[in-house]
C-alpha cells in the first residue's frame, strides 16, 4: 500500500535530501583519475558519520551484505557497484549511487559523473539520462498518473537511440529507504491494469532512469551485487527524490534553494572537514 506522507513529513524528509545532495557534491569535488572507488567511498561515509546520518546501503541483505555506503558503478557498470580497489581512469563514466537516513527519513540519490576527457558517447549518454529525469520531475506537475510519465520517459530515450534499463525501477521512500510503490522508467501491461498509481499531494518517490548505449539486457557479476551491461556498452544512472505538494514536485534532494538550507549544507561540511 501507498505511504502517503503529509506536507510537514515532506519537508523534515529534506534534511536527509540535502544530506544526500551534499554527498553528491562532494562527490563532483575529489572524483578525479587515480583514485580508488573504496577512497571515494570513504569520504561519503566521513561525510555521513560527522553528520549523525546513516548510511542506508551499508548492511542491505543480499546473499553477502552489500558492504559500503555508495554504489560506484564504471562504465559498463549500470548499478550496484561495489567499492574496492578499482583505480578511476581519465575517460570514465562514473554512475554513483548514495543515500542516508538522518532524523528517521531517509534521502537517496544517484549521480553519473564524466571524469577527464571522456568520449562523446559519454557525454551524449549522461546528457540524455539527466534529460530523462528532468523530463520525469517537469511531467510530474500535469500528470494524474505515473504511467503517463513513464511513457514519456521512454518514449523520450528510445528516440535518442539507447535503451531503458528494465531490470531495476524506483521506488517509494519515507522512513525505509524501499517503500511502496514500484517506479518503472517504461510502461507495460501488467503495471498499467494492476500496479499503476496516482499523482496526488504525500507522495514520495524516488525516480531513478538507468539508460544504457545499447541494448537493454543486464547481468549480474560474482560478486553477487555488480549489474553490468550484457553487450559490454556504457550505462549511465540519475536519481532523485521527490516529494508531491499541493503546489507541485518538490525535488527533496536538490541543491539548496534558501539561505537557510544554504547554511544547512555548509554547517555539513564544516562538520565534513573537523579534524581533517
Not at 57 to 70: D, H, N, Q, S
Not at 187 to 193: M, Q, R, T
Request: aromatic share 8%.
Amino acid at each position: 500500500m501507498l505511504s502517503l506522507k503529509t506536507e510537514k513529513d515532506i519537508w523534515k524528509m529534506r534534511k536527509a535530501g540535502l544530506l544526500t545532495w551534499s554527498a553528491h557534491e562532494l562527490v563532483r569535488q575529489i572524483i578525479r583519475p587515480g583514485m580508488t572507488t573504496a577512497e571515494l567511498d570513504r569520504e561519503v561515509e566521513n561525510l555521513f558519520t560527522r553528520n549523525y546520518a546513516v548510511g542506508m546501503f551499508k548492511g542491505v541483505p543480499g546473499r553477502v551484505p552489500f558492504p559500503a555506503v555508495t554504489c560506484v558503478s564504471i562504465n559498463e557498470q549500470v548499478v550496484h557497484g561495489i567499492p574496492g580497489d578499482r583505480v578511476i581512469k581519465d575517460g570514465d563514466l562514473v554512475s554513483v549511487d548514495l543515500g542516508c537516513k538522518i532524523d528517521g527519513w531517509c534521502g537517496d540519490a544517484a549521480y553519473s559523473s564524466l571524469v577527464g576527457n571522456v568520449s562523446k558517447e559519454a557525454e551524449d549518454l549522461v546528457k540524455c539520462t539527466r534529460d530523462v529525469l528532468n523530463l520525469a520531475i517537469k511531467r510530474l506537475e500535469t500528470a494524474r498518473y505515473w504511467s503517463e510519465v513513464a511513457r514519456d520517459m521512454e518514449k523520450f530515450v528510445r528516440g535518442h537511440g539507447y535503451s531503458v534499463v528494465e531490470s531495476f525501477v524506483g521506488h517509494g521512500i519515507g522512513r525505509t529507504m524501499h517503500e511502496a510503490p514500484q517506479v518503472p522508467n517504461f510502461v507495460y501491461s501488467e503495471f498499467v491494469k494492476h500496479e499503476d498509481f496516482q499523482i496526488k499531494p504525500g507522495l514520495v518517490i524516488a525516480v531513478e532512469p538507468m539508460v544504457n548505449a545499447g541494448g537493454k539486457r543486464v547481468r549480474q557479476l560474482n560478486d553477487y551485487w555488480t549489474i553490468v551491461t550484457v553487450d559490454g556498452r556504457l550505462s549511465a544512472h540519475e536519481e532523485h527524490t521527490i516529494g508531491i505538494l499541493k503546489t507541485g514536485p518538490l525535488v527533496l534532494t536538490g541543491p539548496p534553494q534558501t539561505q537557510e538550507e544554504q547554511e544547512q549544507v555548509d554547517e555539513f561540511f564544516r562538520r565534513y572537514r573537523e579534524n581533517k
